[in-house]
C-alpha cells in the first residue's frame, strides 16, 4: 500500500553500531531502496540522484537495479546534497511505511562507510575544517578574498587545478574581524519599552555568519533588541554539517557533544537559542539528537532551539512585536532547503507579512548549490541546472528584492540568474536583513 497513516518519523542514526558499517549489508540496502525508489520515481524533478539513477536502470540490460555496478550506485550516492527534500516533501514510503524508506540517511551511511575507509576526499576533510579556515582566511581577509574572487585569472585556475574547486563558483569572502570578536560593542542594549523585553536569546553564529557574512547577525540582534530582547552572540564551534555531508559522524558527535555543553547552562537560565543558519538550526533541532539520542544536553538545546524567522513569528504571537513600518516593496522569498526540512512551515513568509504593505510571495525549490557540493568542477555546472527553476520563480515577476534564508543559496542564485541573462540583484540576502530595515534599523 502507497503511503502510510502515521506521522513521518526518523529513525535515530546506528553510527556506532558495527554492522552499520558492513559494505555488503550497505549495498544491499542501496539496491533494496534503489529499487523502490525506481518504480515510484516521485523524486525525478528534485536533486540528480534521481535521474542519475533512472537512466542508469532504463540504460541497463534488463531495466533493473541488479544490473547496476558498484559505480553506478555510488554515482547516485555522490549527486545527492543531503537536502532531505525527497524525505519531507515527495516520499510516500518514509517510516513508518513498511519499506522503512529514509533515502538522505541512507546516502548518509554510505558515505560514513566511505569516510570510515579513508575514502572522503582530502579537499572535501578540509573544507569541513571550518573554524580552522575561517580563522585563516580572516587573519589574511584580504589576500584570501583577493585570491578566491571569481574572475582572478592568475588565482582561479590554479585553485580549480590543484583543488577541483570550479573557477565560476562563488566562493564567501572572509571578514576582517569574526562577528563574535566584535559583538560586545555591537549587541544593542535591550529595549525596555518593547513587548518582548524579558526575553532573552543567545545568537548561534554559525561559520558562514561569523567568518564570512555579518549582515544577516547584525539585523537580527538590532531587531530584536529592538522588541525588548536581551541578546548575545555566540560561536562555540561549527555545528558539523559539512563532516556530517562526508559522513563523519564522530566528528559531529564530537561537535554535538561540545556545543551543546556550552549552551546547557544558558538554556537553564532561560536562554533561546537562534541560529543564523538553517542549516545549524537543522543540526542542533533535528539531526544531533538521531546521533546523540542519549545525551541529556543535546536532546534540551534541540527543544530550546529556534530558527531566526520562526523565531520572530513566534514572538510576534506572544509577546507582539514594536510596530513596523510600512514597505511597500515585492519580495520574492526563496524557502531553502534545510529551512523547509525543519517541519516549520515557510516562517520567512509569515515574519515577511507582519511588514504592512509588503508582498512576499513563495519559490519552494533548491538552488542547487548544496553546501560545498555545488562548487567543485564535477558539481558546478549540476548545481546551476538545478537551480534554474528557483532562479526562474524568483525573478518571473521582477519583484523589488529576493530573499533566501540560507547564506549560501543566494550567491549561487544570483549566479544562476545571471548565467540565464537575468540581471542579478546586488544582494540575495537573509528576510531579517528586510525586517531591520522596515524598522529603519
Known sequence: MEGSLGAPTRHVIPWQDESWYDAAALETELRRVYDICHGCRRCFNLCDSFPILFDAID??????????SAGQLKAVVDACTLCDMCFMTKCPYVPPHSFDLDFPHLMLRARAVENRKGQTPFIDTQLAEMDRNGRLGSVAAGLANWATREGNSLTRPAIEAVAGIDR??????????PLVNRAAGMVPPPNPDGPAFGRRAVVYAGCHDNFNDDTPGLALIKVLAHNGVQVRIEHPDCCGMPKFENGDLPGVASAAERISAFFAPLV???????PLTTSCALMLKFEWPLIAPDNAAVKRLSEHTFDVSEYVVALSK??????????????????ACHARAQN?????MEMLRLIPEAKPALTERCSGHGGKWGIFKQNFDRAVKVGRPAARNLTKDQPDLIVSECPLAGPHLKQVIASSGGEA?????????????????
Do not use: C
Request: aromatic content about 6%; cysteine-free; hydrophobic content about 45%.
Open 59 to 68: 540504460e541497463s540490460p534488463n531495466e533493473a537495479v541488479d544490473d547496476l
Open 318 to 335: 506572544q509577546t507582539g512585536l514594536v510596530p513596523i513600518a510600512p514597505m511597500t516593496k515585492s519580495i520574492a522569498v526563496h524557502f
Open 268 to 274: 537553564e537560565a532561560g536562554w533561546d537559542v537562534v
Open 168 to 177: 565560476r563558483a562563488h566562493l564567501p569572502p572572509f571578514l576582517e574581524t
Open 425 to 441: 540583484p546586488a544582494r540575495i540576502g537573509h528576510p531579517i536583513e528586510v525586517l531591520a530595515k522596515a524598522y529603519g534599523l
Open 344 to 348: 516549520m512551515g515557510p516562517k520567512a
